[in-house]
């Protein structure tokens, strides 16, 4: 069965970095991407970024970037979201999920997250 | 960015009723709409894709509809297990964002 383990919690001073590992299991790597997303406490859930895991294309909102790097490794089917220049306000749990996009027809895209890991809490604080 | 905004922030409803959750998006997002549920210290939960499409192994008693702006997630006969935050998500817009989501107990 898909399955995505990710690694365990994480405390960090403010202008620290923190890197997060997924590790998958039970489907081909390389013909889906994952997705990082966190979730802040008592907020919503909030996209971080994205990677493919055939070709490692990225990308991120403005908000992350220069600060998030997503990396996978194929040998060990694992992706990895690292964060620099931690703040406060990035205290969140950090979840990594599997992102299936299909194209049913060329006018159309399927894009959504099937499979999530546990979750990591990441705590930044002085 | 879209911004996706989801009303009642929460609500509270009795075992086997009809709850009906609703998400606007700022502009239109075509059927470009997912929903999830995501239970207390467990990893969210896809429902419902592409507006109206029930992801493997939900149960039937949760639909979908709505295209454009206005979508809406509906359970049909609450159950118990069903207390949980519901988050609607549009997609293929950069960057992809999340309702402030509903939060659903038993009354």
């Known amino acids: 069965q898909v399955q995505l383990v990710q690694s365990g919690s994480e405390m960090k001073k403010p202008g620290a970095s923190v890197k997060v590992s997924c590790k998958t299991s039970?489907?081909?790597?390389?013909?889906?991407?994952i997705s990082w997303l966190r979730q802040a406490p008592g907020q919503g859930l909030e996209w971080v970024g994205w990677?493919?895991?055939?070709?490692?294309?990225?990308n991120s909102p403005q908000k992350f970037q220069g600060r998030v790097i997503m990396t996978i490794e194929t040998s060990t089917n694992t992706a990895y979201m690292e964060m620099r220049n931690l703040r406060s306000d990035d205290t969140a749990v950090y979840y990594c999920?599997?992102?299936?996009?299909?194209?049913?027809?060329?006018?159309?895209?399927?894009?959504?997250?099937?499979?999530w890991g546990q979750g990591t809490l990441v705590t930044v604080s002085s | 960015d879209i911004q996706m905004t989801q009303s009642p922030s929460s609500l509270s409803a009795s075992v086997g009723d009809r709850v009906t959750i609703t998400c606007q998006a700022s502009?239109?997002?075509?059927?470009?709409l997912n929903w999830y549920q995501h239970k207390p210290g467990k990893a969210p939960k896809l429902l419902i894709y592409?507006?109206?499409n029930l992801a493997t192994g939900v149960p039937s008693r949760f639909s979908g509809s709505g295209s454009g702006t206005d979508f809406t997630l509906t359970i049909s006969s609450l159950q118990t297990e069903d207390i949980a935050t519901y988050y609607c998500?549009?997609?293929?817009?950069?960057?992809?964002?999340f309702g402030q989501g509903t939060r659903l107990d038993i009354k």
């Open positions: 502009q239109d997002i075509n059927n470009y």
């Open positions: 990677i493919g895991a055939y070709n490692g294309d990225s």
């Open positions: 998500q549009q997609y293929p817009n950069f960057p992809i964002t």
């Open positions: 999920a599997r992102r299936v996009i299909v194209l049913p027809t060329a006018l159309k895209v399927v894009d959504y997250f099937d499979y």
């Open positions: 592409d507006a109206s």
């Open positions: 039970g489907y081909t790597f390389l013909s889906y991407g």
